[in-house]
């Protein structure tokens, strides 16, 4: 139809005279039709809708609408009833749960004071043992010297009195030995 080369008229078109206007006018309407049928998807729609409509309300027998209702008429005595129940109850224990926790976190306050000034004490008394080790690890250390000496004194003296000792009995076994 749309082509660019000469088209021959049909004969229905040819015997009323030419009808280059019923032509187009066919070619049109045969496009249009041609277009409704592959893009133009409301009729199936609202078939569809038809159907869903008719199964909704017709094979359900407003189910549905009861169930819903019986939900709105529970969510309604909840919170006229329920609601303010629940409110009072938490009320009354809330206060109470407040004051026993505020109770606790006193306590708690206190015993974590307790447990620093101890803790506080200890560190005094480790401190002051510390810096008494510590003086006590210096005098130490100053007496080594003097010890020192005295040690080495004495085991001088000790090793004179072998070196005589063994002197000695060296003399006394060279007595012996001229048998």
């Excluded at 009195?161 to 009995?169: G, K, S």
Aim: with cysteine; aromatic share 4%.
């Amino acid at each position: 139809m749309s082509g660019g080369g000469a088209e021959t008229p049909v004969a229905c078109d040819a015997a009323q005279g030419g009808g280059g206007k019923k032509r187009d006018s066919l070619g049109t309407t045969d496009l249009g039709e041609i277009h409704s049928r592959l893009l133009d998807h409301r009729p199936v729609t609202q078939g569809e809708i038809r159907y869903f409509v008719k199964e909704f309300e017709e094979k359900r027998g407003l189910r549905e609408l009861r169930v819903l209702e019986n939900l709105k008429n529970m969510i309604q005595e909840t919170n006229e009833r329920m609601l303010p129940k629940c409110r009072e109850t938490m009320q009354g224990g809330l206060g109470e749960t407040l004051q026993r926790l505020q109770a606790a976190n006193d306590s708690i306050c206190r015993l974590q004071q307790k447990e620093q000034e101890r803790k506080k004490v200890i560190n005094d008394h480790l401190t002051a043992s510390e810096k008494r080790r510590l003086l006590q690890w210096e005098e130490f250390l100053r007496g080594q010297p003097q010890r020192r000496a005295e040690v080495d004194e004495e085991h001088r003296r000790a090793m004179e009195r072998l070196r005589e000792q063994y002197a000695a009995m060296e003399k006394d076994l060279a007595k012996f030995s001229t048998f």
